[in-house]
């Protein structure tokens, strides 16, 4: 099975065409899935195809779900199975990267070899009633009881009986990266990373990414739509909108953190594109270079037009890219990414394998 990456690491944009997944060309920028049926007015299913459709004629044809973005009788699985059903054309222009592990109709982790056997043959099955083989499956979250050698050994046997395509991470720590990598082949690691949620540049993942040949998924790249200037005050949050449960949405850290997109939408205004476009495009701009490993972005959108949006390049200089670096350090954001509950999860480790 070829490299989930063959890319020269460059600069955005040069060897674009060289970036591939589980032996597939993908786009620069991926799409994410999780608004498509995870909130409290889910997208009609006509415009939700709209804007599936739209990603992949703008490129972005590495899809991101979960069996988690949803409840079990319906999530991001049962909106691909209706979208490849309508379009059969599309099952092999996509590549899809399914996250899953947690226990049923919750977002509890569990790790364990019967609940990841269940997890990964329900994504196959689901998937498998269009012809569409599973590409990646991906632990959501660490389950912080379970050693992390159990969860991988159990689905390499997948990998390896040529049912899966390959193993993803998500929000795990350093150390969990580290040692699921001895046991399997760890085909990417997602995790948050954007403007306003660099952790992982202190905390030691990018730096194992890099040192692994593991390339970066890049979750909530517009820090779920503030960078792009949409969001002027936390009124403009709607009362049954998860992110008005997250800290850094809260008033008290929101005219702080306001400030970082004021800053981006001067410069937006100078290059004459949007600030979520630099946003986007400074990540890409990062992507291999100077230690970091490669990254790909996937901006989640529930219309044609926000995709379209998301999907376009800004090149940035090397004084653009420094322009911003400076922002960061400017600008200070206030709060955590998550509330208490869902912070305990973040860039999770597990207990160490005994025997």
Not at 38 to 49: H, I
Not at 228 to 255: C, H, V, W, Y
Not at 295 to 321: H, K, Y
Request: hydrophobic share 35%; glycine share 10%; with cysteine.
């Amino acid at each position: 099975m070829a490299s989930v990456i063959d890319m020269a690491k460059s600069a955005l944009g040069k060897n674009r065409d060289q970036l591939t997944m589980t032996g597939q060309k993908i786009g620069s920028t991926g799409y994410g899935l999780m608004g498509l049926t995870w909130r409290a007015n889910p997208p009609p299913q006509d415009q939700a195809f709209d804007a599936m459709k739209e990603s992949l004629k703008n490129g972005a044809n590495f899809w991101n779900g979960g069996e988690i973005y949803g409840k079990a009788e319906r999530n991001s699985l049962h909106l691909l199975r209706e979208y490849f059903e309508k379009y059969p054309e599309d099952v092999t222009k996509v590549v899809i990267s399914i996250k899953g592990g947690c226990e049923p109709d919750a977002l509890k982790p569990n790790g364990s070899a019967e609940n990841t056997k269940r997890s990964i043959n329900e994504c196959i099955e689901q998937l498998g009633k269009v012809g569409k083989k599973l590409d990646l499956w991906e632990a959501a979250r660490v389950d912080q009881g379970t050693p992390i050698e159990v969860t991988m050994r159990t689905a390499k046997d997948f990998v390896d009986s040529g049912k899966l395509g390959g193993i993803s991470l998500s929000e795990c720590s350093e150390d969990t990266i580290r040692r699921a990598a001895r046991v399997a082949k760890i085909e990417a690691v997602e995790v948050e990373f954007s403007l306003w949620s660099t952790e992982i540049l202190d905390n030691g993942v990018a730096r194992a990414c890099a040192e692994l040949e593991i390339p970066i998924v890049a979750y909530s790249p517009l820090g779920r739509g503030f960078l792009t200037g949409q969001i002027k005050s936390p009124s403009d949050i709607a009362e049954d909108d998860l992110r008005k449960q997250m800290p850094r949405f809260q008033p008290e850290n929101f005219d702080a953190n306001i400030k970082l997109v004021e800053e981006l939408q001067r410069l937006a205004g100078a290059k004459g594109c949007t600030p979520g476009q630099i946003a986007t495009s400074w990540i890409k701009a990062k992507s291999g270079r100077d230690g970091m490993p490669v990254m790909i972005p996937i901006p989640g959108a529930t219309t044609a037009e926000r995709v379209e949006e998301n999907c376009q390049d800004v090149e940035l200089s090397d004084a653009d890219v420094k322009e911003v670096d400076s922002l960061l350090e400017k600008v200070q954001i206030k709060g955590d990414r998550y509330g208490s509950a869902n912070a305990k999860l973040a860039f999770g480790s597990t207990p160490p394998l005994e025997g």
